[in-house]
């Protein structure tokens, strides 16, 4: 898979595989499932995280931190209630591997790579969310 990834988007830096970004995905489920937040602030992660990566943001040695930050950038923006951001940031090091400092020290550059633009039109989550919500109705069954 991570082969026919490389042949159909060349334009991609070659360390970031198909592999690496369904990890990465993962662990975004994984820290929004454990502080509550709701699917559609992952799908929104998830859409982040993959315009990072077709910016060329993306390296083997940062995606971790994108991610986490992808994350936290989402439930500030989507998120319906209040959410502990420091609750997040500590689920963030638990299952990343990364210190509240990274995510902080990245969050605006993050922000600035997205071009200011965190609200995503429907065509832009939706197929997200849909895949995150049949993965989730698999699991259940």
């Known amino acids: 898979m991570n082969e026919q990834f490389r042949v159909e988007h060349p334009e991609l ?26 699917l559609s602030t992952v799908a929104y992660a998830y859409a982040y995280f993959e315009k990072l990566v077709v910016k060329r943001v993306v390296t083997k040695a940062n995606r971790r931190v994108i991610a986490a930050t992808c994350l936290l950038l989402a439930a500030k923006i989507n998120e319906p209630r209040e959410l502990n951001y420091r609750k997040i940031n500590s689920a963030a090091g638990k299952i990343m591997d990364i210190s509240p400092k990274e995510i902080a020290k990245n969050e605006f550059s993050i922000y600035t790579s997205l071009s200011f633009s965190l609200f995503l039109g429907p065509w832009q989550v939706m197929p997200h969310l849909e895949r995150i919500q049949a993965a989730t109705l698999s699991q259940q069954r």
Do not use: E, F, V
């Not at 690496?20 to 502080?35: E, F, G, N, V, Y």
């Open 13 to 38: 830096d070659p360390d970031i595989t198909l592999t690496k970004i369904r990890k990465m995905k993962s662990c975004i489920l994984l820290i929004a499932r454990s502080t509550g937040m709701d």
